[in-house]
C-alpha cells in the first residue's frame, strides 16, 4: 500500500489505491474494516481535508473518485448548518462514514413492520453513539443509520457504489 508518510500528506490517487488494494485482497468486511483504517488515516490529514472537502467544492456531497473497476466510490461531503437525518440505508450498497471535522451523532435503527407494498419499513431506534473527527464507521448493505448534526461537519464517505445509481428503501421511524 501507499500511505502517507510524516512529510507527505496522503492524496485523492494513494487513498483511492490503497482502498483497491484493500478491497481486491478481501472483498467481504475484513476488506471493508481495512478500508475504515484507511479512511481514518486520512482525516486527521490536514491539507487532504483542506483540499477535498472544502464549501465550495462539496455542496453538501462530491464524488471525488469513482473507480472504474471496483465501483465503489469516494465522495466528501461539507455540512455548514446543522441537520437532523432520517432513518435511511443505502440499498444494495455499503458505506463507511469518516469525520473530519465537527461531531456527528449517529443512530442505529431496526425493523419493527416490514415494508408491504407502498407502505414503507417502520423502524425503532436502537442505538446512539457519537463520531468525532478521525473515526470512521462501516455501515453494511441495509444498515440503517441516521445522521444529527449540531456543526459544521466535513467528512469523507466511501460507497460501495456510486449512490446516486441506488435505489434505496422506503423507511420511516415508527
Known amino acids: 500500500m501507499t500511505t502517507a508518510t510524516l512529510d507527505k500528506p496522503y492524496t485523492l490517487e494513494a487513498l483511492a489505491s490503497d482502498i483497491k488494494a484493500a478491497l ?20 486527521l ?3 487532504f481535508v483542506a483540499k477535498h472537502l472544502t464549501p465550495e467544492q462539496c455542496k453538501p456531497r462530491k464524488v ?3 473507480d472504474a473497476e471496483t465501483g465503489f ?3 466528501g461531503h461539507v455540512y455548514m448548518k446543522p ?10 450498497s455499503w458505506a463507511i462514514y469518516g469525520l473530519a471535522e ?7 435503527w431496526e425493523i419493527v413492520k416490514k415494508a ?3 407502505q414503507p419499513n417502520l423502524v425503532k ?4 453513539y457519537t463520531l468525532k473527527p478521525g473515526d470512521s464507521h462501516f455501515y453494511d448493505v441495509h444498515d440503517i443509520h441516521s445522521p444529527n448534526r449540531e456543526t459544521v461537519t466535513k467528512l469523507v464517505r466511501i460507497e460501495g457504489a456510486n449512490l446516486d445509481r441506488i435505489k434505496r428503501s422506503n423507511i420511516k421511524a415508527a
Not at 481486491?24 to 482525516?43: F, H, I, Q, T, Y
Not at 465537527?102 to 442505529?108: N, P
Not at 431506534?125 to 446512539?128: E, I, K, P, Y
Open 125 to 128: 431506534a436502537v442505538r446512539s
Open 83 to 92: 441537520a437532523k437525518g432520517e432513518p435511511h440505508d443505502h440499498g444494495s
Open 102 to 108: 465537527g461531531d456527528t451523532e449517529m443512530v442505529d
Open 64 to 66: 471525488l473518485y469513482e
Open 24 to 43: 481486491k485482497a478481501d472483498p467481504g468486511r475484513g476488506g471493508k474494516e481495512a478500508v475504515c483504517k484507511l479512511v481514518s488515516k486520512v482525516l
Open 116 to 118: 408491504e407494498g407502498d
Open 45 to 47: 490529514d490536514k491539507a
Open 73 to 75: 466510490c469516494i465522495c
